[in-house]
């Protein structure tokens, strides 16, 4: 191999860029070995084509070019073990973000998908098997007499980081039972996120499901619907009754048209 390399050449053998080579050089961060007094060229040693891994590694970590370059001339392993080791942890917590991120979006997709299909199938109360979820269940909201729906609502999203509750996920009303839900349909006994590593499980089993569209709290007479419809066929209703949102301000704008699923476990009396 020649004794020096152009800026051509040692971008060829060492895979970088010559934009990013005379950049490096107008740093500070990387220089040519020697420059023609005539011309200015640059050249590199080919020895420079192992040298400048130090800087491409670290730079494709994303580590800043202020700091590779504060380091290079002074490094030594105790200080580049330092440096790894904090991109390492930095690089934990972003993967804990995006792994979150995805949860949340997956959890959305599938839950708008599921009002889609309900809209079109347009079956009413149906009873369907329903597989587990698991979700995070928050205080007990203690609605006052004639307090408004957004106070409980808020004391939840005010508690919600020290529930560990991220309000990224979908949050439903849990009703204790269909007492309650009956005497009180827009007023849950607790609101619950649709967390997937939440420790309380949606149990799998038969439910008695209903939709509806309206606002928050808005069902008409659907639990009364709901009650008559186990009657009438002799279901015994064994769960909390579950209040979610498959369609709502993510993405519909008008709340009329918010697509709610009223659900509660049954069985056979």
């Keep these: 191999m020649k004794e020096f390399l152009s800026v051509k050449e040692f971008s060829m053998f060492s895979g970088i860029e010559a934009t990013t080579l005379r950049y ?9 070995a020697k420059r023609d007094p005539e011309n200015n060229y640059r050249y590199y040693t080919p ?9 491409t590694l670290l730079s494709n970590l994303d580590i800043p070019l202020k700091t590779i370059g504060q380091i290079s001339n002074h490094r ?3 200080k580049i073990l330092d440096l790894i080791s904090q991109k390492e942890s930095a690089l934990d917590m972003e993967m804990r973000r995006l792994r979150e991120a995805y949860s949340i979006l997956h959890t959305r997709r ?3 998908r599921q009002g889609m299909r309900e809209d079109a199938q347009a079956q009413g109360i149906v ?3 329903m597989p587990e979820k698991a979700f995070v269940l928050g205080p007990p909201c203690n609605f006052k007499e004639g307090q408004p729906f957004y106070e409980p609502f808020m004391r939840f999203c005010k508690h919600a980081k020290e529930l560990r509750i991220n ?5 439903g009303g849990y009703h204790e039972g269909m007492e309650t839900f009956l005497q009180s349909p827009g007023q849950p006994d607790h609101f619950f996120s649709l967390d997937p590593t939440g420790t309380r499980k949606w149990v799998e089993g038969e439910y008695l499901l209903a939709h509806t569209r309206g606002y928050y709290g808005e ?6 619907q709901m009650e008559a419809y186990a009657k009438e066929r002799s279901l015994r209703i064994v769960g909390p009754v579950y209040t979610l949102y498959l369609h709502d301000e993510i993405c519909i704008k008008a709340h009329s048209q918010y697509l709610v699923q009223l659900s509660v476990q049954v069985a056979k009396r």
């Design 24 to 32: 490096w050089d107008e740093i500070g961060l990387f220089s040519p």
């Design 47 to 55: 020895q420079q084509i192992i040298a400048v891994k130090f800087v």
């Design 167 to 171: 309000l990224g996920y979908p949050i």
């Design 127 to 129: 009873v369907r098997r």
């Design 76 to 78: 030594d392993p105790d």
């Design 110 to 112: 599938e839950l708008i």
């Design 219 to 224: 069902f008409g007479d659907m639990p009364a």
